[in-house]
């Protein structure tokens, strides 16, 4: 069987569970063969070596399992990031949260980020490689991640600039904090999840009865250590129980921002009363 070949019955194998089967079998292919993606398209009428075990990868994606997991990798901004069970798989639209992160740091001068909820380290390591005076703490409560971002952030040579913790919320950090950073998980219990997000970690996706429960917890968490500066990523459908939690608290306004799907996806709150 020829690398074509075997990619076009791919192809027809992952029809109905990836949106691109054709990108997605070449991705399965360029792991198998420790190839890109240019290599594969330029030897496509080569056989292929132990087709039987590139088919073993196909199926598992045919069974949903994320192709982030199969291959351990997923490209996040501008870097490549060691993911699998155990780690939220990191996802195009929290970029959205890295630039107006970007944005802050750099009208205000930030020189000192908290990030809740770091998992494979997307946010920080992207922000950190930005912005080389800011000087990261990431917490997380799974020791699954923790672990996954201590390789990524070795992996990039920022093991000195971002510090990580194992705890709830900023319950272990003592830093004065300018500015605190979060994508939790915001997705209510009663919500089906599709059949790929089975695989992920469900602490990493559920935020409670609601949904909201988790987020509104950091916003109180940031008024409280009085950081000035909080953005979060947030659930489409949560931003009227957001804005109202901040009014009837007395935080003030959050600025939210759209995706491309124009969907609320996060937001900016520079809490009142606080410099």
């Known amino acids: 069987m020829t690398i074509e070949e075997a990619l076009k019955k791919a192809s027809a194998m992952l029809v109905g569970v990836a949106q691109r089967p054709r990108l997605e079998a070449e991705i399965l292919m360029g792991f198998h063969l ?74 205000c001068g930030i020189e000192r980020m908290a990030e809740i909820g770091i998992g494979s380290g997307a946010v920080s390591i992207v922000l950190a490689r930005k912005f080389p005076d800011l000087h990261i703490v990431a917490t997380d409560i799974s020791g699954s991640a923790i672990e996954y971002a201590k390789r990524n952030i070795a992996r990039y040579g920022l093991s000195d600039r971002i510090e990580l913790l194992e705890c709830n919320l900023l319950d272990g950090v003592g830093a004065d904090i300018q500015m605190l950073v979060s994508n939790p998980p915001y997705i209510a219990r009663s919500f089906k999840l599709p059949a790929p997000l089975d695989y992920e970690p469900e602490n990493a996706l559920i935020g409670g009865e609601r949904g909201d429960e988790l987020l509104l917890k950091i916003i109180d968490t940031a008024y409280e250590r009085q950081i000035p500066h909080l953005l979060c990523e947030m659930g489409y459908d949560q931003r009227i129980s957001i804005e109202s939690y901040c009014k009837q608290k007395g935080y003030g306004q959050p600025d939210f921002y759209k995706d491309l799907a124009a969907l609320d996806r996060g937001f900016y709150l520079k809490l009142k009363g606080k410099q």
């Open 34 to 107: 420790g190839w890109d993606r240019s290599r594969l398209h330029a030897h496509g009428g080569e056989c292929i070596k132990e087709h039987g075990l590139y088919f073993d990868l196909v199926r598992r994606r045919v069974a949903n399992e994320p192709v982030e997991y199969i291959t351990g990798r997923v490209s996040f901004y501008d870097i490549e990031l060691e993911v699998g069970r155990g780690v939220l798989i990191a996802r195009p639209e929290t970029e959205l949260l890295v630039e107006k992160a970007a944005s802050v740091i750099s009208s």
